[in-house]
C-alpha cells in the first residue's frame, strides 16, 4: 500500500479512511488516560496508546486509542501489533469518529472478544464502560465528573473523569 499521508484500518477486510487527525483536547485525553492507567496499572497491564494495531483477524485491523494487555498475556504483543483481543480498549470519540467508535466499533470488539470497552464521549466529557455479555456489550455505567471509575476487568483503575479534566494543559472550554 502507497503511504499518502491519510489513515486507515481495517473492517471487515475493506479499507477504512479515519477521522481527520485528532483535535489537540482528544489527544490531551489519551495522554491523561494512558499516564494515569500507567501509574495505577503498569505493573499488571502493558498500556499502549495509537497507533498500534489491533490485529483481530486476517480482514479485521483496528488502532484503537489506548489498549491494555494483562502482562500474563504478553504473548499476544509483536512489532506488528497486537495479535487477538486486548483486555480493554479505550476509545476517545471526536465529531467525526462519535458513530463509528458508538456503534460500529462496539460490534467488531464485542465480535472478537475484547471483554471491556471505553468510550470517552469528549462533548459531554463521560466515560461509558461496556462490558462483554456473550456476543454483545452492556452497557455498564456512565462516569462523569467526581464519579470512581471502577472495572472487574482492570481493578487497579482508580480516578475520576473530573480528574483527567483538571490534568488536561488546556481545558477543553476554552478552545474552539
Not at 462523569?144 to 472495572?151: G, N, Q, R, V
Amino acid at each position: 500500500m502507497i503511504d499518502d499521508g491519510n489513515r486507515y484500518e481495517i473492517s471487515d477486510g475493506v479499507l477504512e479512511l479515519m477521522s481527520p487527525s485528532p483535535t489537540f483536547t482528544h489527544q490531551s485525553i489519551i495522554y491523561e488516560f494512558q499516564y494515569k492507567l500507567n501509574s495505577d496499572c503498569r505493573n499488571e497491564f502493558i498500556i499502549v496508546s495509537s497507533p498500534i494495531d489491533v490485529i483481530l483477524s486476517d480482514t479485521e485491523v483496528r488502532q484503537p486509542d489506548i489498549v491494555l494487555i494483562r502482562r500474563s498475556r504478553m504473548s499476544i504483543i509483536s512489532n506488528r501489533g497486537i495479535n487477538g483481543a486486548p483486555d480493554l480498549v479505550v476509545e476517545v470519540t471526536s465529531e467525526h469518529s462519535r458513530r463509528r467508535d458508538k456503534v460500529r466499533k462496539r460490534i467488531v470488539y464485542a465480535k472478537y472478544g475484547v471483554p471491556e470497552y471505553w468510550i470517552v464521549d469528549l462533548s459531554n466529557l463521560t466515560l461509558e464502560q461496556y462490558v462483554l455479555d456473550g456476543d454483545h456489550y452492556e452497557l455498564i455505567e456512565v462516569y462523569a465528573e467526581d464519579d470512581p471509575i471502577s472495572s472487574q476487568t482492570v481493578p487497579c483503575a482508580s480516578f475520576s473523569m473530573n480528574e483527567i479534566i483538571q490534568s488536561l494543559p488546556v481545558h477543553p472550554d476554552q478552545l474552539e
